[in-house]
């Protein structure tokens, strides 16, 4: 069973430009959520994509947008980029919606983006 | 604003001591929590969840909820240098995406050997 893969580790940007970070997700898993993790925070939701589609998302801007692909991988897309924007990004994967709550998130080792 | 709230740390204990994090959250909608351990410049890893007031322990570590105080709790037994990390709260809020965890800032960790 292979885990929640990330690429690429580490990239550094400028300011206005655009980035594309992509997730690979667990076996079996078909959700798949983005989190922004800045230095000395906790990780924030951004947004999660179940059955290709966006069903769920947090306080970020439209400029942050997502893909899901039918082999349940996914993209997260940053326009205009900020300074504000350097973080490290986290995927997680998770099993299909269940009525328990219970479903746990596994993360990947992450993207960390530098903006200049 | 739905919030989680840990102290920062750094919580120092030595090793074989008992470590007690803990957590405050403020919607009281709150279905699930999730405690993550993270290691520094990694990503996050399940330790434990629960879901029901009480405790629910798994090896060395045992999570606490009530409900009723809005607190959930992590106790370390027999803690050993390798636990330093830092450590994430964080809460599933009824009728919210299941990838919607909000977490907490963190709980930094130290054992002394």
């Known amino acids: 069973e292979t885990g929640v893969t990330q690429s690429p580790t580490h990239l550094i940007k400028t300011r206005g430009q655009q980035v594309t970070l992509r997730c690979s997700s667990q076996?079996?898993?078909?959700?798949v959520s983005w989190y922004q993790q800045a230095l000395g925070q906790g990780p924030q939701f951004i947004f999660q994509?179940?059955?290709?589609?966006?069903?769920g998302r947090g306080n970020f801007p439209p400029r942050f947008s997502g893909l899901q692909f039918p082999n349940y991988s996914s993209e997260l897309n940053v326009n205009a980029l900020e300074l504000d924007d350097s973080a490290l990004y986290l995927c997680?994967?998770?099993?299909?919606?269940?009525?328990?709550?219970?479903?746990?998130?596994?993360f990947g080792a992450g993207s960390r983006l530098t903006v200049l | 604003q739905k919030e989680v709230e840990q102290n920062s740390g750094p919580l120092s204990v030595p090793e074989g001591a008992i470590a007690s994090l803990n957590c405050t959250y403020s919607?009281?909608?709150?279905?699930?929590f999730f405690w993550y351990r993270q290691y520094s410049g990694k990503s996050p890893e399940l330790i434990m969840f629960?879901?029901?007031?009480g405790d629910k322990e798994d090896g060395r570590f045992t999570a606490q909820l009530n409900k009723a105080s809005q607190y959930v709790s992590l106790l370390i037994r027999d803690s050993q240098p390798s636990d330093s990390a830092t450590y994430l709260c964080a809460v599933r809020s009824y009728g919210g995406s299941q990838g919607n965890l909000i977490f907490g800032k963190g709980t930094k960790l130290s054992v002394k050997p």
């Open positions: 919607d009281r909608g709150s279905q699930s």
């Open positions: 994509y179940y059955r290709e589609e966006e069903n």
């Open positions: 629960i879901y029901s007031n």
């Open positions: 997680a994967s998770s099993l299909p919606p269940s009525g328990s709550g219970a479903n746990v998130l596994t």
């Open positions: 076996s079996g898993h078909n959700t």
